[in-house]
């Protein structure tokens, strides 16, 4: 059984800023590949930050520099900052991890989900 527990979600205005966490259980899952996806209403899921096995971080384009993805062993606990939030960033955003290899921001990769924490940026 693996349990991702997401928080942080929130509504902010433009410009703004936001830090999502997400409680990984068991602990050990820390080691593979664990990152964020995020849903639209009408769109489909899009990765857009992991941190790799090998701890090297990955973003796709619409969010970097923007976003920061880190994570703490100790606590177990994966964090994405996200800074200057746009309209567009709002999103249904969602906590994986994955002990499988494969391409990060391929959704289909990934055999453990969180239920979802709910970022909505007004402009």
């Known amino acids: 059984q693996v349990d991702l527990v997401e928080s942080g979600g929130d509504s902010v205005q433009a410009g703004g800023s936001l830090r999502l966490s997400c409680k990984v259980s068991?602990?050990?899952?820390?080691?593979?590949?664990v990152g964020w996806f995020r849903q639209a209403p009408g769109k489909e899921r899009e990765g857009i930050a992991a941190i790799n096995s090998d701890g090297r971080p990955d973003y796709a384009e619409s969010v970097k520099v923007r976003f920061t993805v880190s994570k703490d062993i100790a606590t177990n606990t994966l964090t994405l900052q996200m800074d200057n939030l746009k309209a567009e960033d709002t999103a249904m955003y969602y906590c994986v991890a994955d002990a499988n290899g494969g391409t990060w921001s391929q959704a289909e990769r990934y055999q453990f989900w969180g239920q979802g924490t709910q970022v909505t940026v007004s402009s």
């Open positions: 068991p602990g050990t899952y820390m080691r593979y590949c």
